[in-house]
Nanobody
Framework: EVQLVESGGGLVQAGGSLRLSCATS????????IGWFRQAPGKEREGVAC????????FYVDSVQGRFTISSDIAKSTVYLQMNSLKPEDTAVYYC????????????????WGHGTQVTVSS
């Protein structure tokens, strides 16, 4: 059974940092790509970052470039999202998702999803 479990969310002041974790099981981690998404109230879900564990490449959406870092621990089958210089507009439920790695860093669609972790950034 495929499982993705997010953790590490919480309440932080603007300018602060959080590290999200996505613990996975049930699939060959090193052959998959893992993405982080977020959804704020009343807004559509957006992709934030992804990492292709097969090729070792990653991608970031412009709004988090330079502030967020995605990384993989192959031994722990876990992906992290280090979030620095957080802004109130980063407030959202953050989800991780997984799918078979392709040529590009991020799959077009993801078959497997976690349940999310809340990140709230106060001003």
């Amino acid at each position: 059974e495929v499982q993705l479990v997010e953790s590490g969310g919480g309440l932080v002041q603007a300018g602060g940092s959080l590290r999200l974790s996505c613990a996975t099981s049930g699939f060959p981690f090193d052959a998959f790509a893992i993405g982080w998404f977020r959804q704020a109230p009343g807004k559509e879900r957006e992709g934030v970052a992804c990492i292709n564990n097969s090729r070792g490449v990653s991608f970031y959406v412009d709004s988090v470039q330079g502030r967020f870092t995605i990384s993989s621990d192959i031994a722990k089958s876990t992906v992290y999202l280090q979030m620095n210089s957080l802004k109130p507009e980063d407030t959202a439920v953050y989800y991780c998702a997984a799918d078979t790695a392709q040529i590009g860093p991020c799959p077009a669609e993801y078959d497997y999803w976690g349940h999310g972790t809340q990140v709230t950034v106060s001003s």
